[in-house]
C-alpha cells in the first residue's frame, strides 16, 4: 500500500482549464497523491506559445524600456481563462496586476520566468482546495546560482512537514536574500524530485504528455516498444545521448533517496508509463537491451605518437589542453601508441585551430594528430547485457550484415552499454540493424 506519492504536472498537462480537469480527477483517483508541482501552463496546439517563453518576452521588452503589454495580454487571457471557467476563488485579476507590475518595474529575468509556476500554482491550489507553498521559501540557491541541496532538504521537509496536502510551484527558490533564481528550463522536474525527497515519498510520479520512454527514437523506428522499467544508470545513459523526457537533473535526489520514479501521460491516465528505479526489482525476465539512443555531430581527434605507452602523464597532457578551452570529451578509446579523444564538433569549433597547434607541439618530431569530422555515436544500453554473453557480437553482426563500418568501439565501465562510433550518414541504418536484431 503506497502512502505518499509527489506529483509533477508539465507544461502541456495544465495548458487550460480542461487539463486542470484531468489532472484533478487523476489526483482523485488515488488519495495517496498529496502533493503537486506544476509547471507553466504550455502549449495548447503546436503553434501555441508557452507562458515561460511569453514571460521572457516581456522582461526582453521591460529592459529595452518597452512596453510588456503585446506580450502581457496573452499571459493574462490564459490565466483568466483558467480561473474564469474553473469559478476559482482565488483574485487572478490582482496576481496578474503584480505580475505585470514586477516586470515592468524591471524585476530580474528569473523572478519574471518564475510568474508562470507561481501562478499557475495560486490557481491549482486555490482548484484543489490545497495549500500553497512558495518554493522561494523552501528551495535555496547559493549567490553563485547552483542549488544548496543540504540546505533544501531542510527547510522544504520543515515546510511540507504537517502532512497537509500542498502545491509547491516548479521550476525556481531563492538565495538567502529571498531573490529568486531559476534552474534551466524544465526545471520543474528537479522541483518535484526535492518535494519528493523531502516528504520521503514512496514514489514521484512525472505526468506528461507521452506514456513513458521509447526504446528508439520514433523519428527513425516506426512505433518502437515501450520501455516498462528502467534504472537511474541505464536512464542516465540513455538521456545523455538525447533520449529526453525528464531534466536530466531530476534524476540525482531521487536515486539517492532510493525513490523510483514514474512517467505518466496526463491524457491516458490509466497507462502504466515507465518506472525508473534503483534496481528495477523483482524482475521476471530482463530484456537484453533497454534501450537505444544516439547522436549525430562528434569529431575524433586522433593522436599518435610513438612510445606513448611508457610515457607517464601523456594522456592528462593531451585532456588538459581540451580542458584549458572548455571542450569535454565524451570516450577516449587508447592504443599504444595512439589515443583517439571523441568529442562534440561544436564545442571543438571555436578554437579548433588552437588545440590541434597545441596538440601537434605534445607530439612534435614522433607523432602526428588529425581530427575526423562528421562522426555519429550510439549507445546500446541494458541491465541485461552483463547476464547474457554473446550481445557484442550479435551488435556487431547486425550492423556488418547492414554494411555498416564501426569507426570506434567502447564498451561503457559499468557493462551497461556498448558504444558505436559511425558516420553520420549510416546513424539511422545503425539504430534500424540494432533494433532489429534484438528488439523486433
Ligand atoms: N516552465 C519552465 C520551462 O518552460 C520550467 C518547466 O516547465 O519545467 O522551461
Same mark, same amino acid.
Given at each position: 500500500?503506497?502512502?505518499? +506519492?509527489?506529483?509533477?504536472?508539465?507544461?502541456?498537462?495544465?495548458?487550460?482549464?480542461?487539463?486542470?480537469?484531468?489532472?484533478?480527477?487523476?489526483?482523485?483517483?488515488?488519495?495517496?497523491?498529496?502533493?503537486?508541482?506544476?509547471?507553466?501552463?504550455?502549449?495548447?496546439?503546436?503553434?501555441?506559445?508557452?507562458?515561460?517563453?511569453?514571460?521572457?518576452?516581456?522582461?526582453?521588452?521591460?529592459?529595452?524600456? @518597452?512596453?510588456?503589454?503585446?506580450?502581457?495580454?496573452?499571459?493574462?487571457?490564459?490565466?483568466?481563462?483558467?480561473?474564469?471557467?474553473?469559478?476559482?476563488?482565488?483574485?487572478?485579476?490582482?496576481?496578474?496586476?503584480?505580475?505585470?507590475?514586477?516586470?515592468?518595474?524591471?524585476?530580474?529575468?528569473?523572478?519574471?520566468?518564475?510568474?508562470?509556476?507561481?501562478?499557475?500554482?495560486?490557481?491549482?491550489?486555490?482548484?484543489?482546495?490545497?495549500?500553497?507553498?512558495?518554493?522561494?521559501?523552501?528551495?535555496?540557491?547559493? %549567490?553563485?546560482?547552483?542549488?544548496?541541496?543540504?540546505? /533544501?532538504?531542510?527547510?522544504?521537509?520543515?515546510?511540507?512537514?504537517?502532512?497537509?496536502?500542498?502545491?509547491?510551484?516548479?521550476?525556481?527558490?531563492?538565495?538567502? %536574500?529571498?531573490?529568486?533564481? /531559476?534552474?534551466?528550463?524544465?526545471?520543474?522536474?528537479? /522541483?518535484?524530485?526535492?518535494?519528493?525527497?523531502?516528504?520521503?515519498?514512496?514514489?514521484?510520479?512525472?505526468?506528461?504528455?507521452?506514456?513513458?520512454?521509447?526504446?528508439? %527514437?520514433?523519428?527513425?523506428?516506426?512505433?518502437?516498444?515501450? +520501455?516498462?522499467?528502467? /534504472?537511474?544508470?541505464?536512464?542516465?545513459?540513455?538521456?545523455?545521448?538525447?533520449?529526453?523526457?525528464?531534466?536530466?537533473?531530476?534524476?540525482?535526489?531521487?536515486?539517492?533517496?532510493?525513490?523510483?520514479?514514474?512517467?505518466?501521460?496526463?491524457?491516458?491516465?490509466?497507462?502504466?508509463?515507465?518506472?525508473?528505479?534503483?534496481?528495477?526489482?523483482?524482475?521476471?525476465? =530482463?530484456?537484453?537491451?533497454?534501450?537505444?539512443?544516439?547522436?549525430?555531430?562528434?569529431?575524433?581527434?586522433?593522436?599518435?605518437?610513438?612510445?606513448? @605507452?611508457?610515457?607517464?602523464?601523456?594522456?592528462?597532457?593531451?585532456?588538459?589542453?581540451?580542458?584549458?578551452?572548455?571542450?569535454?570529451?565524451?570516450?577516449?578509446?587508447?592504443?599504444?601508441?595512439?589515443?583517439?579523444?571523441?568529442? @562534440?564538433?561544436?564545442?571543438?569549433?571555436?578554437?579548433?585551430?588552437?588545440?590541434?597547434?597545441?596538440?601537434?607541439?605534445?607530439?612534435?618530431?614522433?607523432?602526428? =594528430?588529425?581530427?575526423?569530422?562528421?562522426?555519429?555515436?550510439?549507445?546500446?544500453?541494458?541491465?541485461?547485457?552483463?547476464?547474457?554473453?554473446?550481445?557484442?557480437?550479435?551488435?556487431?553482426?547486425?550492423?556488418?550484415?547492414?554494411? +555498416?563500418?564501426?569507426?570506434? +568501439? %567502447?564498451?561503457?565501465?559499468?557493462?551497461?552499454?556498448?558504444?558505436?562510433?559511425?558516420?553520420?550518414?549510416?546513424?539511422?541504418?545503425?539504430?534500424?540493424?540494432?533494433?532489429?536484431?534484438?528488439?523486433?
Amino acid at each position: 500500500m503506497l502512502e505518499c +506519492i509527489v506529483t509533477k504536472f508539465g507544461g502541456s498537462s495544465l495548458a487550460n482549464d480542461e487539463q486542470f480537469r484531468k489532472v484533478r480527477s487523476i489526483l482523485e483517483l488515488e488519495p495517496t497523491r498529496r502533493y503537486l508541482v506544476p509547471s507553466a501552463p504550455g502549449k495548447r496546439f503546436p503553434s501555441d506559445e508557452k507562458v515561460t517563453d511569453l514571460l521572457y518576452a516581456c522582461h526582453d521588452l521591460a529592459s529595452a524600456g @518597452n512596453s510588456i503589454e503585446p506580450q502581457f495580454v496573452k499571459i493574462r487571457e490564459r490565466f483568466l481563462s483558467i480561473a474564469q471557467l474553473l469559478h476559482l476563488k482565488v483574485d487572478a485579476e490582482s496576481a496578474l496586476d503584480e505580475v505585470s507590475r514586477g516586470i515592468s518595474g524591471g524585476r530580474s529575468r528569473d523572478w519574471c520566468a518564475s510568474r508562470g509556476e507561481y501562478l499557475c500554482g495560486l490557481l491549482m491550489a486555490d482548484y484543489l482546495g490545497w495549500k500553497f507553498v512558495d518554493p522561494a521559501q523552501g528551495i535555496r540557491f547559493r %549567490d553563485d546560482g547552483t542549488l544548496d541541496d543540504e540546505k /533544501t532538504q531542510e527547510l522544504l521537509s520543515a515546510l511540507l512537514a504537517d502532512g497537509q496536502p500542498a502545491v509547491v510551484p516548479g521550476f525556481y527558490g531563492a538565495r538567502a %536574500d529571498g531573490e529568486v533564481v /531559476t534552474f534551466s528550463r524544465g526545471g520543474s522536474d528537479i /522541483t518535484g524530485a526535492l518535494v519528493a525527497r523531502a516528504v520521503n515519498a514512496d514514489i514521484y510520479e512525472n505526468w506528461t504528455d507521452v506514456s513513458g520512454f521509447l526504446m528508439a %527514437d520514433p523519428r527513425i523506428i516506426e512505433g518502437p516498444a515501450e +520501455i516498462t522499467s528502467i /534504472t537511474y544508470k541505464e536512464l542516465r545513459e540513455l538521456s545523455h545521448m538525447g533520449a529526453s523526457v525528464l531534466h536530466e537533473d531530476a534524476m540525482f535526489p531521487v536515486h539517492r533517496a532510493g525513490i523510483p520514479t514514474n512517467i505518466r501521460n496526463t491524457n491516458k491516465p490509466y497507462h502504466p508509463g515507465t518506472l525508473i528505479s534503483k534496481n528495477a526489482p523483482n524482475e521476471v525476465s =530482463v530484456p537484453t537491451i533497454t534501450g537505444i539512443a544516439g547522436h549525430k555531430g562528434y569529431s575524433v581527434i586522433y593522436v599518435e605518437k610513438s612510445m606513448m @605507452n611508457s610515457e607517464v602523464g601523456f594522456g592528462r597532457k593531451v585532456l588538459s589542453v581540451l580542458e584549458e578551452y572548455g571542450v569535454s570529451f565524451e570516450h577516449m578509446p587508447t592504443g599504444i601508441d595512439s589515443m583517439c579523444v571523441v568529442v @562534440n564538433s561544436s564545442s571543438l569549433a571555436p578554437h579548433r585551430e588552437e588545440i590541434l597547434a597545441r596538440l601537434e607541439k605534445l607530439v612534435e618530431g614522433s607523432g602526428s =594528430v588529425s581530427v575526423n569530422d562528421n562522426m555519429a555515436i550510439i549507445a546500446t544500453v541494458g541491465r541485461g547485457m552483463v547476464h547474457n554473453c554473446g550481445t557484442a557480437a550479435r551488435l556487431f553482426s547486425a550492423m556488418s550484415r547492414a554494411r +555498416i563500418n564501426v569507426r570506434m +568501439i %567502447d564498451q561503457g565501465s559499468s557493462e551497461l552499454s556498448i558504444i558505436v562510433g559511425v558516420n553520420d550518414s549510416d546513424f539511422e541504418a545503425t539504430i534500424r540493424a540494432i533494433y532489429r536484431e534484438f528488439v523486433a
